[in-house]
């Protein structure tokens, strides 16, 4: 398990550091009880739990399970660089609704976005790429990274 955090600035009245130490445990172990959580930081299990509620429906963190995608069937892991013109948000909003696609992020650079994509073969990966992303309108080149293996997947780097 692994906890992701939004936007730092987003709630900022909810990242005191009770809550940041709750979000650090979780990150250790996503399994970990709110009695342990608890005991850690101070709080009872019922406070923990409240604030743990409070902080996942303020968007400021999700619990997730990180996976091996070749363990569950996804034989091709990719990045797509894309090089646009015009507004950026229309064309990241329609990666963003694609279910391959897990990684979205506008960037400054070679590329004007990037995504990461999960596919069950290099023939379902061409289909994505011919078949929708580069029918978005605005998309004008795309550059592929395949990966070859995942070395390290980490979602620990704790809070500020």
Request: aromatic share 4%.
């Amino acid at each position: 398990m692994a906890v992701r955090t939004g936007n730092p600035d987003k709630n900022q009245a909810l990242l005191d550091d009770t809550s940041k130490a709750i979000i650090e445990q979780l990150q250790l172990d996503g399994r970990r009880s709110y009695a342990a959580i608890g005991k850690a930081v101070g709080l009872s299990e019922a406070a923990v739990r409240q604030r743990v509620q409070r902080l996942t429906e303020a968007g400021v963190m999700q619990v997730v399970a990180v996976t091996d995608p070749l363990e569950l069937g996804f034989d091709r892991q990719a990045m797509i660089g894309i090089k646009a013109e015009g507004a950026l948000e229309p064309i990241a909003d329609e990666l963003a609704k694609m279910d391959e696609v897990e990684y979205v992020v506008i960037t400054a650079g070679s590329f004007d976005v990037l995504a990461e994509v999960l596919c069950e073969s290099d023939e379902h990966l061409l289909r994505v790429l011919s078949e929708r992303i580069r029918q978005i309108e605005g998309v004008k080149a795309t550059e592929t990274f395949v990966y070859l293996k995942l070395v390290k997947q980490t979602y620990s780097w704790g809070v500020r």
